[in-house]
């Protein structure tokens, strides 16, 4: 059975940074795309990033709204997912979860294509 344990989250101002991390255990890393979700206050859970596993040729691929701020990298070794966050706006204030599953390219950015999940990690981002 694969788990997560997403962690990181805080409170941060406009333009700050921060770093969360997605230990997983039960499997190894390189079998699974792994991606990074987030749920904003009252709004549906929305795509961020994700990495396609190793067998896919591990490439990388960003939800518009964080490309350029944002960056996705997994240690395979280390069996944790990254989610380095820069430059941070209020609108990027939302519970974080990490996902990982054997998801086909077309359907990486839907969060019902992941078999497993984090507990989620909250991200605010205000003065």
């Known amino acids: 059975q694969v788990q997560l344990a997403d962690a990181g989250g805080g409170l941060v101002q406009p333009g700050g940074s921060l770093r969360l991390s997605c230990s997983v255990s039960g499997s190894s890393l390189s079998d699974y795309s792994m991606a990074w979700f987030r749920q904003p206050p009252g709004k549906e859970r929305e795509f961020v990033a994700a990495?396609?596993?190793?067998?896919?040729?591990?490439?990388?691929y960003y939800a518009d709204s964080v490309k350029d701020r944002f960056t996705i990298s997994r240690d395979n070794a280390k069996y944790t997912v990254y989610l380095q966050m820069d430059s941070l706006k209020p609108e990027d204030t939302a519970v974080y979860y990490c996902?990982?599953?054997?998801?086909?390219?077309?359907?990486?950015?839907?969060?019902?294509?992941?078999?497993?999940w984090g507990q989620g990690t909250q991200v605010t981002v205000s003065s």
């Open positions: 990495v396609r596993s190793k067998s896919s040729g591990g490439r990388i």
């Open positions: 996902a990982a599953g054997r998801v086909i390219l077309s359907s990486l950015r839907s969060h019902n294509r992941y078999n497993y």
